[in-house]
């Protein structure tokens, strides 16, 4: 088997999705691969930024043309690279976590998606589905299914 070439990692900022990120860079230094590490988020609304505009007041240019994503993506980037990640790049989508992450697949010709577990072995993620199991049967390429909790 080849090594791979391209590897996607999916993060929402929380502990065990930066355990995957962990797990997803030591793949990809190990393999001279890409890491390429996706947010999938979804925009506040206008009433919500309205909102906090209100209340910072002077400050309110910090909410303009930010979302909470990108902070999860430069720390997720530092722990790729101290983790040995070479070639690292991210990106903040707006949309589904699973539909955000076949895109990122597709669009970057990866070849192996990680994922932690979180969500796979409760009650909920069994009956209405987990991002780790939706992936698994519909990535087409090889998951790595990291155990994060």
Known sequence: ?????????????????????????????DS????VIVCAYTPASRDDTAGAEDALKDEAYLVVGWTPAEETLRTAEDRAVAAGAQKVRTSAVDGAPVDVLRQA???????LLVVGNRGLNTLSGRLLGSVPSDVARRAGVDVLIVHTT
């Open 1 to 29: 088997m080849t090594a791979y070439r391209t590897v996607v990692v999916g993060t929402d900022g929380s502990d065990t999705s930066l355990a995957a990120v962990d797990r997803a860079a030591a793949v990809a230094a």
């Open 32 to 35: 001279g691969a890409e890491l």
């Open 105 to 111: 697949v597709a669009d970057a010709k990866a070849d």
